[in-house]
């Protein structure tokens, strides 16, 4: 197949799209740039089944002719999403609607990268496929949710007004090597504050939960979504609940870090608890994460261990 990624230079775009290869396909990776990286796509220089494409999807173009599209194009960490909010909102709107052209066009299969965060502040919990959500339309996060849960509406208008064959993920908190270093998500801020030896930064009391899947059991379980005919929403995500203090110890466990852990005033809207119930997954795509939370952080040391040298 001939497949198109947007958002492949981002932290899981640019997994999926080494995926995607391994798996003898060609790849059209297209991003903006604005929160990706290049360098996140350095090792695919001498590779003749991919092509990059620095292009925004919010203004229409032509790949020709694919077989897949996926659509993770958006920023999505608090830092680069209340930083780009108009951004955020276009590319979940205009964006995705090129990219449903696009499949349309070439009877295209499509999946979208949509996100927890679609449950908002849930009352729900643990939270299944089926519930609606908690969401603030209005607040500083709404940039960040109200794009991914218009996406869905506009995916779904797709498949069922337009016959496109789309599928909608919603992931869950996610790390590994890739993720920016100082985006302000859980894993990354405390890695590179650990290994840095700062303070470790918990917002609130930290008795607020998480729930977190290394990247390689992500892309394992988007990839079976792809291959499936499920065209609701499923939750791909680690169903194991941390709690963001937890989280700390174990990255100062994992670590050896002596830094010490300072409170700070809990951001607006932030989620309270957070744990997908993954029987969907597991049911439907025989899907369930293998790579315990220790076991990922220790994979995730060496990536940010250069970033810190880099930066330094």
């Excluded at 197949?1 to 640019?14: D, Q």
């Excluded at 999946?111 to 299944?128: M, N, R, V």
């Excluded at 917002?203 to 079976?224: A, H, K, M, P």
Aim: charged share 25%; net charge negative; proline share 5%.
């Amino acid at each position: 197949m001939r497949v198109l990624i947007a958002g492949a230079a981002g932290f899981l775009g640019s997994h999926l799209t080494d995926a995607i290869l391994k798996e003898g396909h060609q790849v059209l990776g297209v991003d903006n740039l604005c929160t990706g990286s290049v360098a996140n796509l350095s090792h695919l220089k001498a590779e003749p089944r991919f092509e990059f494409c620095q292009q925004d999807i919010c203004s229409p173009f032509e790949p020709k002719q694919v077989d897949y599209v996926f659509n993770f194009a958006s920023p999505a960490s608090p830092a680069d999403y209340t930083r780009l909010g108009i951004e955020t909102l276009m590319v979940g709107s205009a964006g995705t609607r090129n990219l449903l052209e696009i499949a349309k066009k070439y009877r295209a299969k499509f999946l979208h990268a949509s996100t927890s965060e679609c449950y908002g502040d849930p009352e729900q919990h643990p939270q299944t496929e089926e519930y609606w959500g908690h969401v603030n339309p209005i607040g500083p996060r709404s940039v960040y949710d109200e794009s991914k849960r218009f996406s869905e509406a506009l995916v779904m208008a797709y498949h069922r007004y337009e016959k496109v064959d789309t599928r909608l993920v919603r992931i869950f908190n996610t790390y590994g090597p890739r993720l920016q270093m100082n985006d302000g998500r859980v894993i990354s801020n405390f890695l590179t504050q650990a290994l840095r030896g700062d303070e470790l930064t918990i917002y609130g009391d930290g008795s607020q939960t998480r729930s977190f899947c290394y990247v390689s059991d992500e892309i394992e379980g988007i990839l079976r979504l792809s291959r499936s005919d499920e065209h609701a929403p499923v939750n791909i995500g680690n169903p194991t609940e941390w709690t963001i203090l937890e989280c700390a110890k174990a990255v100062l466990r994992v670590t050896g870090s002596k830094s010490i852990i300072a409170h700070r005033p809990l951001p607006q809207d932030d989620p309270s608890q957070r744990q997908p119930d993954i029987g969907k997954a597991i049911r439907l795509l025989k899907w369930e994460p293998k790579i315990d939370l220790d076991t990922g952080l220790k994979l995730s040391l060496d990536y940010f261990r250069a970033c810190i040298e880099a930066a330094a």
